[in-house]
């Protein structure tokens, strides 16, 4: 593609991101005003992101194995429970539960409850210092 042509494109994955960014806004202040957020519009935001994911970095996920990338997405999120869910997007593979069950036999303490996991130690069971970014 030619510059012109990455341009164009990259324009419009900026609108497409700015248009999720007020569906996450919307949902958002719906939360603050103690109302429920309509599951479509998380529904959408998520597509709309992982369509902008797609076109803008083809099938490419961030560098690592599966396991390395769950292990970094608990060690950030270190003292908050994440979601399966969540760690299945992190891993992009259908074999995700495998490797927290792999980073457990490693000796990191990943405890589960109600479909959420929780890094509660690593593999030198140390507790993990909690990310100060939430």
């Known amino acids: 593609m030619d510059g012109v042509g990455e341009s164009r494109g990259a324009t419009i994955e900026v609108k497409r991101l700015r248009g999720v960014a007020g569906m996450v806004d919307s949902i958002a202040t719906a939360l603050e005003e ?10 959408e935001a998520i597509a709309q992101l992982r369509g902008v994911r797609r076109r ?4 490419h996920r961030t560098s690592g194995s599966a396991r390395e990338r769950i292990r970094r997405y608990l060690e950030n999120n ?15 593979i259908s074999e995700w539960a495998r ?13 589960e409850t109600g479909g959420n996991y929780l890094l509660v130690s ?10 100060r970014r939430h």
């Not at 103690?34 to 529904?43: C, F, M, N, Q």
């Not at 803008?56 to 099938?59: D, I, K, P, Q, T």
């Not at 690593?122 to 990310?131: E, I, K, L």
């Open 34 to 43: 103690d109302r429920l957020a309509e599951p479509a519009t998380i529904d």
């Open 99 to 111: 490797r927290v069950r792999e980073l457990r036999e490693e000796g990191y303490v990943i405890e």
């Open 56 to 59: 803008l970095f083809g099938g």
């Open 122 to 131: 690593s593999g030198d069971s140390d507790p993990p210092a909690p990310d």
């Open 78 to 92: 270190a003292g908050r429970p994440v979601a399966g869910e969540e760690l299945a997007e992190i891993a992009g």
